[in-house]
């Protein structure tokens, strides 16, 4: 448990999580044993010694130099999911993790094109997910939504055929997925790689976001913008140009930001310069997310406490944190109200007692 004073209060705020790569909860435990059952060849220790045992993995985890440096490890570890099966029980493991630690609505992504280039079908990677989200509205009362991510490392043409096939089975009309994004390395790729396919899905109504301004300078975050985003996943470099600033303030552009993550990534050198402060005082709208849980040290709440221990903030500030996560939701007006009452109703509870 943290040593924060606030830690039972943060455990219970209503929490929303917007971003979180399914992928990414991939824990060395679940590689080892789904390797194991699934008979997929991890790398030979003698050439990356990191893959000697879980201990080694594990280890290594907290040596990450770069976003790209972690990507390897990344699409490595979901190299063991085959089965429909592999991709529910990975799901659901993070909704029950997530659960207890106060998410009460979940907006995850997934990777497609990574699973399709080792031979895993497009129905396979999408039922076995879908099945674990269903499995948490049923059972843990969970709200969740599905978010396509294309990633920036492949030829944008693998992109296309991906879009394609999702429009192709109504997957965007008919609520099993609900967004769109993008991900995976940001600075080297054209920023603006997917300009095409965001047109069109900004045609057809498709809600989009997409990660800039994680290493990349602001240029990342106004392109998203350009090509049609309306969230911004990191964000964290916007503080480098005042005037886009502004317009995200003004436009109230969600940032789902994650600390532990930038510090993993040495996107910054300690949790106390990601600007989360700076954003409070600009106004700028965000949500705390913990990105890829099983390779960066922490789930959403270990991301909360990590804020807390670092900028002692306020039950109003939190408060309005929580409010800010709802209202940059992508769900109906009835279910942000439901939640922004129980946040109500648990922020009382601590205001009575202060
Ligand atoms: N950045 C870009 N791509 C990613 C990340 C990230 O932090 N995590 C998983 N894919
Ligand atoms: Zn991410």
């Known amino acids: 448990m943290c040593q924060t004073k606030l830690h039972e209060f943060l455990q219970g ?19 080892f044993q789904l390797a194991e059952r699934n008979g997929v060849k991890l790398p030979d220790p003698e050439t990356n010694p990191a893959y000697e045992s879980i201990e080694t993995l594990t280890r290594r985890y907290g040596h990450f130099t770069s976003l790209d440096d972690f990507l ?8 063991v999911l085959l089965h429909e099966s592999d991709f529910t029980d990975l799901a659901f493991a993070y909704f029950k993790k997530a659960h207890e630690d106060g998410v009460h609505h979940a907006e995850v992504f997934f990777d497609p094109q990574v699973h399709q280039q080792r031979g895993i079908a497009y129905e396979t990677i999408v039922s076995g997910f879908v099945a674990g989200c269903k499995k948490a509205e049923q059972e843990l009362g969970l709200s969740t939504r599905l978010i396509m991510c294309f990633v920036r490392h492949l030829p944008v043409d693998s992109a296309q055929k991906l879009y394609e096939e999702a429009l192709a089975y109504n997957h965007f009309e008919n609520g099993t997925l609900h967004g769109l994004g993008w991900s995976s390395s940001e600075v080297g790729p054209p920023k603006d790689m997917y300009r095409e396919q965001y047109a069109s899905a900004s045609a057809k109504g498709i809600p989009l976001t997409a990660h800039a301004g994680e290493e990349g300078d602001p ?4 392109t998203a913008l350009e090509l049609g985003a309306q969230r911004i996943d990191h964000g964290i470099r916007l503080v480098e140009d005042p005037e886009l600033m502004e317009r995200i303030v003004h436009e109230e552009i969600l940032l789902t930001v994650c600390p532990l993550s930038n510090v993993r990534l040495r996107c910054v050198s300690a949790l106390d310069e990601v600007p989360i402060r700076k954003f409070l005082d600009a106004g700028v709208k965000f949500s705390i997310n913990s990105d890829d849980p099983a390779y ?3 789930y959403i709440l270990d991301n909360y406490c990590a804020v807390q221990e670092a ?3 306020s039950f109003r500030e939190w408060r309005a944190i929580a409010e800010n996560s709802v209202s940059g939701s992508w769900v109906s007006e009835e279910r942000k109200k439901e939640l922004l009452g129980r946040i109500d109703e648990h922020v009382r509870k601590y ?3 202060a």
């Open 72 to 79: 390897s490890f990344y699409f490595q570890g979901m190299s």
């Open 351 to 353: 205001e009575v007692e």
């Open 219 to 222: 240029t990342y975050i106004s």
């Open 13 to 31: 705020l209503p929490k929303c999580e917007h971003h979180l790569h399914l992928e990414g909860c991939m824990t060395p435990q679940l590689i």
């Open 296 to 298: 960066f040290g922490g």
């Open 311 to 313: 900028f002692q903030l």
